[in-house]
C-alpha cells in the first residue's frame, strides 16, 4: 500500500523543500501547475517558470494543440484566430461582470429590465450551504466562474445528488481562466447558483438560440438543439434563413425550426447587451413566447472549434473589427 501524499509533503516538508505542486494521474500540467504557481504569489518562482505562466506563448500551444493548426497572433484572419488576439488584447473590467452567472443578472436588468432573467432560487458559496430537500421538484444547478459545470434536475428522486456535489467541488478547485487564458473569467468568484428550470407549458423542449454580434450588431444566430441525445446545431441568418453551414456539431436541414415570435427583440436586446464590444455571443431561451437571457460569452467555443465549410470561419473572422479595440 503506498504512502499517503499528504505523508510524503510533510515528509518533504521537514526537510526543507518548500512549495510543493502535487500533480495527480491525468491533470494537465499546463492548466494546474499556472494556476497553482498564481495563487502561491510568489514572484520568484512566476518569474522562473514564465513560460508556463506567458499567455501569447501558451495560447499558440494550445491553439496547434486543439486545432491543428499555427496560430498567426498577429495578423489573425479567421474568427478563431481573432478569438485568440481578443484574449489577449480586449481586457475591459466590466466582462468579468458579463460572464459572471450571478452577477450578469443584475448588469441585464441595469440594461433591458430584470423581466427576461431566468430567476434564482439560490447563491451558495459552497455545496454545505445547500439543502436540497428544500428545493423544488425541478431546477438547474451550476457553478457562477466557469463554462459547462450545469446539471438539470427534473426529478428531485432520480437526481444524483452525491455525483453532482462531487463534480461541483471539483470545479470550484479550478479558476476557469487558465485553461483557455479567457481573461474575463481569471476573477470571477467561484460560486454555486440555483435556477428555475424553464419549460414550456406542452412539456416540449427548448431552443438554445445565440446570437452572434461583431461590433455591436447581429450578425448570425445559431441554434442548438437535441443538446442532451445527438446535439445539432442550425445557423441562421438574423432575417431567420438557414445557413447550409456547420459549426462544431452538425446542422440539419431537415429539421424545421420556425422563426421565434420575439426574433426582433432577441436582435435589440443583444445589440443593447453587446453595445461596446468587438465581439459577444448573447444567449436566449423562449419560453412559451415569452423571452429570457440565459449567459453573454466572449469567446465562442474559445476559439477552437471546427467550422464547415472553413470559408465560414474567414467570414466571421472579417467581421470582428480588432482596430476599435
Request: net charge negative.
Amino acid at each position: 500500500m503506498g504512502i499517503p501524499g499528504s505523508e510524503i509533503i510533510r515528509q518533504l516538508e521537514t526537510i526543507g523543500v518548500e512549495n510543493i505542486f502535487w500533480l495527480h494521474d491525468g491533470d494537465d500540467v499546463l492548466v494546474q501547475f499556472p494556476q497553482y504557481l498564481d495563487e502561491l504569489g510568489d514572484e520568484d518562482l512566476i518569474n522562473k517558470y514564465s513560460y508556463f505562466m506567458d499567455d501569447k506563448t501558451y495560447l499558440a500551444r494550445r491553439f496547434k494543440e486543439r486545432t491543428g493548426i499555427e496560430l498567426d497572433i498577429d495578423n489573425p484572419r479567421t474568427f478563431n484566430e481573432k478569438i485568440q488576439w481578443l484574449k489577449l488584447y480586449d481586457r475591459k473590467p466590466i466582462y468579468t461582470k458579463m460572464v459572471d452567472k450571478y452577477e450578469v443578472k443584475r448588469f441585464i436588468s441595469e440594461k433591458i429590465g430584470e423581466e427576461y432573467i431566468i430567476p434564482t432560487i439560490g447563491i451558495y458559496n459552497s455545496i454545505d450551504e445547500i439543502d436540497f430537500s428544500k428545493l423544488p421538484e425541478k431546477f438547474v444547478i451550476k457553478c457562477t466562474h466557469d463554462s459547462g459545470s450545469v446539471f438539470i434536475c427534473k426529478n428531485r428522486k432520480d437526481f444524483d445528488i452525491e455525483k453532482v456535489c462531487k463534480e461541483i467541488n471539483t470545479a470550484l478547485k479550478k479558476n476557469y481562466y487558465w485553461p483557455d487564458r479567457e481573461w474575463p473569467y481569471y476573477d470571477v468568484p467561484r460560486r454555486i447558483i440555483v435556477e428555475e428550470y424553464l419549460e414550456e407549458s406542452s412539456g416540449r423542449d427548448i431552443n438554445d438560440y445565440k446570437v452572434f454580434t461583431f461590433n455591436g450588431k447581429p450578425e448570425l444566430i445559431q441554434v442548438d438543439f437535441d443538446r442532451f441525445n445527438e446535439h445539432k446545431r442550425n445557423l441562421y441568418t438574423t432575417d431567420w434563413n438557414y445557413i447550409n453551414a456547420s459549426i462544431e456539431f452538425p446542422n440539419d436541414k431537415n429539421t424545421i425550426i420556425e422563426k421565434p415570435i420575439c426574433l426582433e427583440k432577441m436582435l435589440e436586446f443583444s445589440s443593447i447587451l453587446a453595445k461596446g464590444t468587438m465581439h459577444l455571443r448573447c444567449d436566449f431561451y423562449v419560453v412559451d413566447n415569452r423571452l429570457y437571457v440565459g449567459e453573454l460569452t466572449f469567446h465562442h467555443g474559445s476559439g477552437c472549434e471546427t467550422f464547415v465549410p472553413n470559408e465560414l470561419n474567414y467570414k466571421l473572422g472579417s467581421m470582428i473589427n480588432l482596430i476599435s479595440v
